[in-house]
T-cell receptor
Framework: DSGVTQTPKHLITATGQRVTLRCSPR?????VYWYQQSLDQGLQFLIQ???????AKGNILERFSAQQFPDLHSELNLSSLELGDSALYFC????????????FGPGTRLLVL | DQQVKQNSPSLSVQEGRISILNCDYT??????FLWYKKYPAEGPTFLIS?????DKNEDGRFTVFLNKSAKHLSLHIVPSQPGDSAVYFC??????????????FGKGTLLTVNP
């Protein structure tokens, strides 16, 4: 158990809809990262938040957004969903220092029908 | 542009033998390298890491070797056990400003250890 929690575990929705994925980092970790893993793809970095502020952006679509709240949990919002958005979405967290080692949650499996 | 490459999508070894997983990278700014293991339906689990100032790091059955001139690292598992069967991701880290280290992942290698 990494200490990172993600909800829901599974999500099935339809094209055009909007969903919210939730992540709680390890106790004491200030950075939260979101990744997408599609079929036959590695982990694609989407976005990083540190202590409530956006710190780095990767290959995140404009239809996707995220935020980190004062209690440090984070939400990833996916809107106008398309079939190609079906993937595993992972959240990871790291402490401020030694931030290069990230600890991953169990992931949310999103299926868009 | 894939900066971290794991060219073998799969590897099969016998229990008790050595497993060698390979990873190549192109970005010379990478200064920290990690291996993660991932079981189905679980998130990646940190396994072992190595700083660019070292060429070897060992932790029990797991050893990571780094060849900076060749931009190549490898993970050795000795002896391999059936419970090691998983997808192994290589990741590389580069300082991206502030207190941020951006991780770039390879696509993973599926290791199967046969009893």
């Amino acid at each position: 158990d990494s200490g990172v929690t993600q909800t829901p575990k599974h999500l099935i929705t339809a094209t055009g809809q909007r969903v919210t994925l939730r992540c709680s980092p390890r106790s004491g970790d200030l950075s939260v990262y979101w990744y997408q893993q599609s079929l036959d793809q590695g982990l694609q970095f989407l976005i990083q938040y540190y202590n409530g502020e956006e710190r780095a952006k990767g290959n995140i679509l404009e239809r996707f957004s995220a935020q980190q709240f004062p209690d440090l949990h984070s939400e990833l919002n996916l809107s106008s969903l398309e079939l190609g958005d079906s993937a595993l979405y992972f959240c990871a967290s790291s402490p401020l220092r030694g931030g290069e080692t990230q600890y991953f949650g169990p992931g949310t499996r999103l299926l868009v029908l | 542009d894939q900066q971290v490459k794991q060219n073998s999508p799969s590897l099969s070894v016998q229990e008790g033998r050595i497993s060698i997983l390979n990873c190549d990278y192109t970005n010379s700014m990478f200064d920290y390298f990690l291996w993660y293991k991932k079981y189905p339906a679980e998130g990646p689990t940190f396994l072992i890491s190595i700083s660019s100032i070292k060429d070897k790091n060992e932790d029990g059955r797991f050893t990571v070797f780094l060849n900076k001139s060749a931009k190549h690292l490898s993970l050795h598992i000795v002896p391999s056990q059936p419970g090691d069967s998983a997808v192994y991701f290589c990741a590389a880290s580069a300082y991206s400003g502030g207190s941020n280290y951006k991780l770039t992942f390879g696509k993973g290698t599926l290791l199967t250890v046969n009893p």
